[in-house]
């Protein structure tokens, strides 16, 4: 049942952010970032105020959750945005991890 409903959730979300890989762009796109500026909120909510630059969804190869991270710090970099929202994490395995997130651009407060 556990897997159904996460074949489900995997499924919904490709359908929603379309078949382009890593990153769907739906917001602005500002200029390219350094990737360690990229703050990464999980499994907590983002404290600020944000609005949404892309969708990320990363299927797998990556060894550990930090590695995971990184890959969306980069993705998220790549269009601007100043944090990742992660959405969804899963270990597939004893070496691999999946997972999607939401590139963010907090408001300025």
Known sequence: MVRLKLVLLVTLTTLLIGCVLPITVVGPVGARIDSSEVVIYYPQRP???????GYILIEGGYYSLKSLFGEMRLQAASVGADAVYVLHTLRLDIKEYVGSAKAIRCDPV
């Open 47 to 53: 404290d600020c105020n944000f609005e949404t630059v």
